[in-house]
Nanobody, 122 residues
């Protein structure tokens, strides 16, 4: 079993940064790709970013490219989502997941965290 716990969400003003983290336990962290998703109020959950187990591949949603950076520290079983230049439309619950890339490009999540709230408002 894999357990994922997100932290580091919060309330920020537009343009400010935030860096949620995701700590993974239970199975070998470096055997999984880590992905981030978000669900905004009244909307479906959407993919945000993913990073492969060896950090040689990253994938981003078009809406966050150039503003968000996904990273991981395999020695600490932790992944991060650096979010810069935040916008009110980035307001959502952000979920960390562990899974795999399929056919090298499509990320499939297997395990999920409980989510952390990110609110961008002035």
């Amino acid at each position: 079993q894999v357990q994922l716990v997100e932290s580091g969400g919060g309330l920020v003003q537009p343009g400010e940064p935030l860096r949620p983290s995701c700590t993974v336990s239970g199975r070998t962290f470096n055997t999984y790709t880590v992905g981030w998703f978000r669900r905004a109020p009244g909307k479906e959950r959407e993919f945000v970013a993913a990073i492969s187990r060896d950090t040689d591949k990253e994938k981003y949603a078009d809406s966050v490219k150039g503003r968000f950076t996904v990273s991981r520290d395999n020695a600490k079983n932790t992944a991060f989502l650096q979010m810069n230049a935040l916008k009110p439309e980035d307001t959502a619950v952000y979920y960390c997941s562990a899974g795999t890339f399929i056919l090298g490009t499509n990320y499939i999540a297997t395990y999920w965290g409980q989510g952390t709230q990110v609110t961008v408002s002035s």
